[in-house]
């Protein structure tokens, strides 16, 4: 016979219930037919004779009929062999010799369903030599050499800009010259296009078009040494920013008659370092909070750090940061500027047996934007009085007990406002039981910058009578950084004290609203 029919396979698709296949093709053997079957999740399984399938005639019968989605695939694998003899006597038989050049075409037609199955140059293609050199070079990719005359196995840093890819989530990008990879963002980070980056990718949180509340990719990374506390910015990876990598910081524009906001770009290694001696306006012993900024001073970058809040829609200045830093209401960074955008990025606690010397690490770091982290630490001084005289001349309270300083803006019983805003006082006064004298009167009220200021409270005695005299008020103040404010009393009688209590004499003043 010939061999007219030039395809060596048949493919179906699968239904689910049709089990028996034509055999379109022409084969010399029911053990020349092979039968695989390629899920719908593109799986491939090789089918075994006599147990997935059987042949009848011209036909392959499923055991099992292939399901809807997938494809099952009847193919001729001719055995590669010649077993036609001639003899050198006798007859010559044409049936044996057109046998034996039917399996010639049968196996030829196999044989091209490989090689079409191959990935090849093109035919106008002549000058590329596509032999591969040997021995086989693990770990390494196919590629045209140089000069573009011969495949040869390559590094894959040829393709990833000298970077390859080394984490899970890395990608591989352009630069406009080469191709290069784009490290993995943190968790939730999102790519975003950025035309000042080298791959016009970047790593980002949301949008970011929203830079007032923008803070993407930061870490905090602390250490001691040589009784000096240094801070360091990280990326959420705990590393160096880079350009690929940044970290992204929104802030207003550097001019109050400007209302739009950008973004400070940290690339590469970034960190302010609290020298010894340098106490920020903490005392021994004592926990202590270190506010810690990003600000722009003429267009570069820099962390910095203070006990105080600062407002992050107004420009600050900041002060060379060095030994000499013993002040609560400044603002510290490398160096020295004015006008300077700056954001609130984080909250560290430090506690030093020596204020000034960094013997020990922080106890705690909170990240964070002005809008996490106001409620929690917002300026609040609390402290209670267990003593003291009341006179007939007006006197200030002494507070000698702490409850609660989070800016150490007590002294001499005296506090000093770290910060413009609306702020909250709360007195609670208590004089002892004792006889008070008729039309006599207990006041107290609020002194600012050295001057009366409002009256918190006052007790008026009509007649005379045995009693304590309870002094309680609520004012809203607003300060401005730098204020002193303290509490004085007066008394129209003599001889009067306050209750040997702290639970009767308390002061306390909270930041309500930055303004």
Same mark, same amino acid.
Not at 308 to 318: A, D
Not at 355 to 382: C, M, P
Not at 394 to 417: C, R
């Given at each position: 016979?010939?061999?007219?029919?030039?395809?060596?396979?048949?493919?179906?698709? /699968?239904?689910?219930?049709?089990?028996? #296949?034509?055999?379109?093709?022409?084969?010399?053997?029911?053990?020349?037919?092979? @039968?695989?079957?390629?899920?719908?999740?593109?799986?491939?399984?090789?089918?075994?004779?006599?147990?997935?399938?059987?042949?009848?005639?011209?036909?392959?019968?499923?055991?099992?009929?292939?399901?809807?989605?997938?494809?099952? $695939?009847?193919?001729?694998?001719?055995? *590669? =062999?010649?077993?036609?003899?001639?003899?050198?006597?006798?007859?010559?038989?044409?049936?044996?010799?057109? =046998? /034996?050049?039917?399996?010639?075409?049968?196996?030829?037609?196999?044989?091209? *369903?490989?090689?079409?199955?191959?990935?090849?140059?093109?035919?106008?293609?002549?000058?590329?030599?596509? =032999?591969?050199?040997?021995?086989?070079? @693990?770990?390494?990719?196919?590629?045209?050499?140089?000069?573009?005359?011969?495949?040869?196995?390559?590094?894959?840093?040829?393709?990833?800009?000298?970077?390859?890819?080394?984490?899970?989530?890395?990608?591989?990008?352009?630069?406009?010259?080469?191709?290069?990879? $784009?490290?993995?963002?943190?968790?939730?980070?999102?790519?975003? @296009?950025?035309?000042?980056?080298?791959?016009?990718?970047?790593?980002?949180?949301?949008?970011?078009?929203?830079? +007032?509340?923008?803070?993407?990719?930061?870490?905090?990374?602390?250490?001691?040494?040589?009784?000096? %506390?240094?801070? @360091?910015?990280?990326?959420?990876?705990?590393?160096?920013?880079?350009?690929?990598?940044?970290?992204?910081?929104? *802030?207003?524009?550097?001019?109050?008659?400007?209302?739009?906001?950008?973004?400070?770009?940290?690339?590469?290694?970034?960190?302010?370092?609290?020298?010894?001696?340098?106490?920020?306006?903490?005392?021994?012993?004592?926990?202590?909070?270190?506010?810690?900024?990003?600000?722009?001073?003429? /267009?570069?970058?820099?962390?910095?750090?203070?006990?105080?809040?600062?407002?992050?829609?107004?420009?600050?200045?900041?002060?060379?940061?060095?030994?000499?830093?013993?002040?609560?209401?400044?603002?510290?960074?490398?160096?020295?500027?004015?006008?300077?955008?700056?954001?609130?990025? /984080?909250?560290?606690?430090?506690?030093?047996?020596?204020?000034?010397?960094?013997?020990?690490?922080?106890? =705690?770091?909170?990240?964070?934007?002005?809008?996490?982290?106001?409620?929690?630490?917002?300026?609040?001084?609390?402290?209670?009085?267990?003593?003291?005289? +009341?006179?007939?001349?007006?006197?200030?309270?002494?507070?000698?007990?702490?409850?609660?300083?989070?800016?150490?803006?007590?002294?001499?019983?005296?506090?000093?406002?770290?910060?413009?805003?609306?702020?909250?006082?709360?007195?609670?006064?208590?004089?002892?039981?004792?006889?008070?004298?008729?039309?006599?009167?207990?006041?107290?009220?609020? #002194?600012?910058?050295?001057?009366?200021?409002?009256?918190?409270?006052?007790?008026?005695?009509?007649?005379?009578?045995?009693?304590? $005299? %309870?002094?309680?008020?609520?004012?809203?103040?607003?300060?401005?950084?730098?204020?002193?404010?303290? +509490?004085?009393?007066?008394?129209?009688?003599?001889?009067?004290?306050?209750?040997?209590?702290?639970?009767?004499? +308390?002061?306390?003043? *909270?930041?309500?609203?930055?303004?």
């Amino acid at each position: 016979m010939s061999v007219s029919n030039l395809n060596s396979y048949s493919a179906y698709a /699968g239904d689910g219930v049709t089990t028996t #296949f034509a055999i379109t093709f022409v084969f010399k053997s029911n053990s020349h037919i092979k @039968a695989v079957l390629k899920s719908s999740l593109g799986v491939e399984s090789a089918l075994t004779p006599g147990v997935d399938f059987n042949i009848s005639g011209s036909n392959v019968l499923m055991t099992v009929a292939p399901a809807s989605g997938s494809v099952l $695939l009847i193919y001729r694998e001719s055995p *590669r =062999e010649q077993s036609t003899t001639y003899l050198t006597t006798g007859p010559f038989l044409p049936a044996d010799h057109e =046998e /034996g050049l039917d399996k010639l075409a049968l196996q030829v037609q196999e044989l091209q *369903r490989q090689v079409d199955r191959c990935v090849k140059v093109s035919k106008s293609e002549v000058t590329l030599d596509s =032999e591969l050199d040997s021995p086989v070079t @693990a770990n390494n990719v196919l590629a045209v050499d140089p000069t573009g005359t011969k495949i040869v196995y390559a590094s894959p840093a040829l393709y990833t800009g000298g970077m390859p890819l080394a984490a899970k989530g890395d990608l591989f990008t352009h630069t406009g010259v080469g191709v290069a990879a $784009l490290p993995v963002g943190g968790d939730g980070s999102t790519l975003i @296009a950025d035309s000042s980056q080298s791959t016009g990718l970047r790593w980002g949180w949301g949008s970011e078009q929203d830079y +007032i509340t923008n803070i993407s990719n930061l870490g905090i990374l602390t250490s001691v040494a040589g009784n000096a %506390l240094t801070i @360091a910015a990280k990326t959420s990876l705990g590393t160096d920013a880079t350009s690929v990598n940044p970290i992204n910081i929104g *802030r207003r524009v550097p001019s109050m008659g400007n209302g739009f906001y950008g973004s400070m770009n940290i690339i590469g290694a970034k960190s302010i370092t609290i020298p010894a001696g340098a106490t920020l306006g903490h005392t021994s012993g004592n926990a202590h909070k270190i506010f810690l900024y990003v600000v722009s001073v003429d /267009g570069l970058t820099y962390l910095a750090v203070s006990q105080s809040l600062f407002k992050e829609t107004s420009l600050v200045n900041v002060t060379a940061i060095s030994a000499g830093a013993t002040s609560n209401r400044v603002m510290y960074a490398p160096v020295t500027g004015t006008g300077c955008p700056c954001r609130l990025v /984080g909250v560290l606690t430090s506690t030093q047996i020596t204020a000034g010397l960094y013997a020990s690490n922080v106890s =705690e770091i909170r990240l964070g934007n002005w809008s996490t982290l106001r409620d929690e630490f917002l300026f609040h001084t609390k402290y209670a009085a267990s003593s003291g005289s +009341i006179n007939t001349s007006i006197t200030i309270v002494g507070w000698p007990t702490k409850i609660k300083d989070t800016m150490g803006a007590m002294s001499s019983n005296i506090i000093t406002v770290p910060v413009t805003g609306e702020y909250q006082s709360v007195v609670h006064l208590a004089a002892a039981w004792a006889a008070w004298a008729a039309n006599s009167t207990y006041a107290a009220s609020v #002194f600012i910058n050295g001057s009366q200021g409002p009256l918190i409270d006052q007790k008026n005695i009509v007649s005379a009578v045995s009693t304590s $005299l %309870l002094i309680n008020g609520t004012l809203d103040l607003s300060l401005n950084a730098g204020d002193t404010v303290q +509490i004085q009393q007066v008394s129209s009688d003599t001889g009067h004290s306050l209750v040997a209590n702290t639970n009767y004499n +308390i002061w306390s003043l *909270r930041l309500v609203n930055l303004t």
